[in-house]
């Protein structure tokens, strides 16, 4: 079995790395220190398993193994965390594989025995009792064969097009496998729904004016860098994107 180990401290990588020598039934092909580099290491060696820290500054543990689930063969995860009570809980509750710091040999033996790929519903009820983060920070897109990771706050707008949604973003744009509805739901607070196809960032929209037909339209900043300046508004979410745009 492939394993990939994730940690943002190197001696915590090094002490992982050193458990599994011993285990002749675990290689270690790779490891990272960061969401970021997981994803690339993942894409690059596909390990079976990803012994991933769950707290790492910029994309955590949790944000990490979702976009991992978007590859066609996600590879099973364990996270690694210290003590903490409500997160033990949660695995706990949710049967998700996890090894407390410091690692002790017989639990990590156990846990990657165990170890089975997490449904993103699993990981978004363990972030939720466990009182961590349930909002991405990061949308992931494949490209050219890879996962791009584009920051929430470059995003523009979303779009539904057919079966997909086009991000448009500060640097272009590209298209997700995602339902706009979850997206509305999950980024409430720092997007709008201006109609059924389209939620778009607050902090980008200039101003609303009516054209000569009477329908409203958003007008969007000159640095959200966007082709398509123009956006209707339909009349069931004008009130709403009005006041979202006084709170700005």
Known sequence: ????????????????????????????VGEAANGAETIDQVVQLQPDIVLLDIRMPGLDGIETAHHLNTLDKPPAVVFTTAYDEYAIDAFDARAVGYVLKPVRRTRLTAALEQASRIAPSTLSSVATDANLSTTRRHICARTHGELKLIPVTEIVCFRAEQKYVIVTHLNGQVLIDEALKALAEEFIGDFVRIHRSAIVAVRCIDRIEKDADGRSRIFLRDNSQVDDKELIISRRHLAEVRRRLKGV
């Open 1 to 28: 079995m492939k394993v990939l180990v994730v940690d943002d401290e190197k001696p915590a990588r090094d002490r992982l790395k050193q458990l599994l020598d011993d285990e002749p039934q675990y290689e270690v």
